[in-house]
């Protein structure tokens, strides 16, 4: 069922959550009226009001030689031409006196998915909001810690930050023109402060918009279908890029980087599936990363995969 599913719904104008894996293989519908039969919570909310809370989560980081080694193959990858950005991940064991549900619960963030006892996320990142016949999408790429002195013109001045920024922005837009007519970039890269567990960081993102016909209601499992894997945490180009992550990663991603989202009857929401806990037997492992182009730095770039593991 699944995209074709969200088709249907749309035509009836039904409410309804969308839950993706990053492959776009295993998608999961439910309408809104049905959620109280399963086990599962979400939340979106951009106007949250921010909770203080302890941030209890201990980590045992892949060793920095084994991540450097995987760092080094995709540069290999970038400099033969086939990929010019890719977003490399690894998953980090966790440790935590609190149950997923508990985290679920504490978590600041705009986007919250509390799926069985089997995963959570916490998302700054919209994938796409479609309100009237407007679709836009929010890519963000470019983190830094706000602590350091001058953070926001360094990160707006960094010219590896900036081209691995155009080349996303790029890459999203054509996605967007796939789907819809008059797409344009609305915002070039604007700042936006997260609160990573006891640090604040800041976020570089923009925004896309286009056009839709006016019943894309009826076609809305079509839309995501054109649109998924998400191009800001998979790289460009998309299809040869995908295939180095599934060779050098060395782990499923799963759910982590998919896509979750709700369609309300008028208009619809959804984040990326970023900020990512799951369950794995008796251990919790937290899975993160960033870009990768031939300007980064492997030492940033594993610093960059810790400081995004936190409970916001």
């Known amino acids: 069922m699944g995209f074709k599913q969200i088709n249907a719904l749309g035509a009836k104008r039904e409410p309804f959550l969308f839950i993706s894996d990053f492959k776009a ?14 086990d599962i919570e979400f939340a979106i909310n951009e106007n949250y009001s921010f909770k203080e809370h302890p941030h209890a989560l201990r980590l045992d980081a892949v060793e920095y030689e084994i991540y450097k080694k995987k760092f080094e193959y995709v540069l290999e990858k970038i400099r033969a031409g086939e990929t010019y950005l890719l977003n490399l991940t690894q998953e980090t064991s966790i440790q935590t006196a609190l149950t997923l549900k508990e985290m679920f619960t504490l978590a600041n963030a705009h986007y919250k998915l509390r799926y069985k006892d089997e995963f959570i996320c916490f998302s700054p990142e919209k994938f796409v909001q479609i309100k009237e016949n407007t679709i836009a999408t929010f890519p963000m790429k470019g983190t830094i810690d706000a602590s350091v002195k001058n953070a926001k013109q360094k990160i707006l001045s960094d010219e590896k930050e900036m081209a691995e920024h155009v080349m996303i922005v790029d890459l999203l837009r054509n996605d967007l023109s796939i789907v819809a007519k008059g ?26 918009s286009g056009s839709l016909a006016s019943n894309w ?18 790289g460009t180009p998309k299809k040869s890029t995908l295939d180095i992550i599934e ?53 940033s770039e594993y610093q960059e995969l810790q400081d995004k593991i936190y409970l916001p």
């Open 25 to 38: 293989k295993n998608v999961e519908v439910i309408p809104l009226s049905e959620l109280e039969k399963y």
């Open 183 to 208: 797409v344009k970039v609305e915002k070039f890269r604007y700042i936006t402060q997260i609160e990573a567990g006891e640090k604040k960081l800041l976020q570089v993102s923009s925004e896309i």
């Open 217 to 234: 209601q009826a076609s809305l499992g079509d839309i995501l279908e054109a649109l998924l894997p998400a191009g800001s945490i998979s």
């Open 247 to 299: 060779d050098i990663e060395g782990y499923e991603r799963g759910y982590f980087s998919g896509v979750f989202g709700v369609f309300d009857g008028e208009s619809f929401d959804s984040g990326v599936m970023i900020r990512f806990i799951e369950k794995k037997g008796d251990r919790l492992v937290y899975k993160s990363g960033g870009g990768i182009t031939l300007d980064s730095d492997a030492a």
